[in-house]
């Protein structure tokens, strides 16, 4: 029903910038609530950010607020996550997801798909 495909991630040095991209398709891709994931070795997946259906509202989480940057481009079907001033804190697998919920959803367990990840990595 919706399909998400991820790009963006690389390997980047300390205080630069990436952004990541997904594709959002489906018959209910602008419909969707828009979360952003991350996954580090041996952690549990934790929330990066959110934004709602018309981009109007957003979230982020402590650890990237003030330097991370969610929207999304509904007329492109795209969601994109903006990181500035990267830490080596910051090196993990980002995952797009997508909710048919009403809330801002910040829990793993309210995203309904998932994109297959992007790798991201900041070395010193």
């Known amino acids: 029903q919706v399909q998400l495909v991820e790009s963006g991630g690389g390997l980047v040095q300390a205080g630069g910038s990436l952004r990541l991209s997904c594709a959002v398709s489906?018959?209910?891709?602008?419909?969707?609530?828009m979360g952003w994931f991350r996954q580090a070795p041996g952690k549990e997946r934790e929330f990066v950010a959110a934004?709602?259906?018309?981009?109007?509202?957003?979230n982020y989480a402590g650890s990237v607020k003030g330097r991370s940057s969610i929207s999304r481009d509904n007329a492109k079907n795209t969601v994109y996550l903006q990181m500035n001033s990267l830490k080596l804190e910051d090196t993990a697998v980002y995952y797009c997801?997508?909710?048919?919920?009403?809330?801002?959803?910040?829990?793993?367990?309210?995203?309904?798909?998932w994109g297959q990840g992007t790798q991201v990595t900041v070395s010193s």
């Open positions: 997801a997508a909710s048919h919920g009403l809330a801002l959803a910040l829990r793993v367990g309210e995203y309904d798909y």
């Open positions: 934004i709602n259906r018309s981009g109007g509202s957003t």
């Open positions: 489906g018959r209910t891709s602008s419909s969707v609530v």
